[in-house]
C-alpha cells in the first residue's frame, strides 16, 4: 500500500476511534487536545488541519506527526502501523479481529464488564451464563439495570449486538448499542 493510502486509512481509523470525523476549528482543537492527553506528544492545529484536508497541503506528514498519530490509534509507530493488518482491512466489508474482543464464551459466571461509547454512554454487564448476561447499572442507553439478554462478542470499535432481552415480563427482540462510533472501551471489572 502506497504512503498516502495508508495515511487515509489511519486518518479513517482515528475518525472510526473518535466517532466522528472532525470538520471544524473547534473540533480540531479538542482532537489536538485528545492527542495530547493520550500521548503526552502534540501534533500542532494546523498540522491536523492539513491531514484532514481543511487547508490545502500537497507535502505528506514529517515522521514525528505520523508517529504521534500512530501512537494516538494505539500503534506503537508509524513503521509498526504500515505492518499491521488494519492497513489492508480497515476499510474492507470483511475481515479477521485479533484484539479488544470479548468472547462470552471465554467468562466465568460473575465476571462483570464495563463498557463506554460515544455520548457519555455505557453499561457494566454481568455474566450470567451460557452466553446471558445481566445489567448491573447503565448511563444514558436504553437497557436498564436488571435487563438479561444474549450477547456472543463485544469488540472495541464496533457495536454491540444483543438478543433475547428480558425486562421482567416484557420481551425485545434486539438491541443494537454503539452504531456511530463502536464501543470505545471494554474493562473487566476486578471481583
Not at 2 to 11: Q, S
Not at 56 to 74: C, E, K, M, R, W
Not at 107 to 130: F, M, Q, V
Request: hydrophobic residues 35%; contains cysteine; glycine residues 6%.
Amino acid at each position: 500500500m502506497d504512503k498516502k493510502l495508508a495515511l487515509d486509512t489511519l486518518i479513517s481509523i482515528t475518525n472510526h476511534n473518535l466517532g466522528f470525523t472532525p470538520t471544524s476549528p473547534t473540533e480540531f482543537n479538542n482532537l489536538a487536545l485528545s492527542i495530547r492527553k493520550k500521548t503526552g506528544r502534540e501534533i500542532s492545529i494546523s498540522s491536523i488541519k492539513r491531514l484532514w484536508g481543511y487547508v490545502t497541503y500537497d507535502g505528506f506528514p514529517s515522521v514525528t506527526t505520523l508517529n504521534i498519530l500512530a501512537q494516538f490509534n494505539d500503534y506503537r509507530t508509524w513503521a509498526a502501523f504500515l505492518l499491521s493488518d488494519a492497513v489492508n482491512t480497515f476499510d474492507s466489508d470483511s475481515g479477521f479481529m485479533a484484539e479488544s474482543v470479548v468472547n462470552a464464551d471465554n467468562l466465568n459466571n460473575g465476571d462483570r464488564i464495563l463498557l463506554t461509547w460515544s455520548g457519555e454512554k455505557s453499561c457494566e454487564i454481568e455474566y450470567i451464563s451460557h452466553q446471558r448476561f445481566r445489567i448491573n447499572k447503565s448511563h444514558n442507553i436504553k437497557l436498564k439495570p436488571g435487563d438479561t439478554f444474549t450477547l456472543h462478542t463485544i469488540s472495541i470499535g464496533l457495536p454491540i449486538y444483543i438478543t433475547n432481552i428480558c425486562r421482567g415480563d416484557e420481551r425485545f427482540p434486539a438491541y443494537i448499542g454503539a452504531k456511530k462510533g463502536g464501543i470505545v472501551s471494554i474493562s473487566l471489572i476486578p471481583r
